[in-house]
């Protein structure tokens, strides 16, 4: 299997935190006009911390952070 590259990393890393922004962002307004929601606050936050990890472990070691 080919590691991802500082481009590749970072590409993803940035979409991913995007993601996890937009995600949080809706909860937070689904939240405060008072619908029950499945998740709680920080839960895509610690679901998108992991993924990073996951993809820091397969870049190649010279661009880990």
Known sequence: M???NKFEKSFITA????AVERAEAQLLAHQSA?????YAPGYFVTVGQQVI????SMTL???QD
């Open 2 to 4: 080919r590691k991802f």
């Open 15 to 18: 979409c991913i935190e995007e």
């Open 53 to 56: 990890n996951k993809i820091n």
């Open 34 to 38: 008072g619908t029950r929601t499945l």
């Open 61 to 63: 070691k010279k661009y």
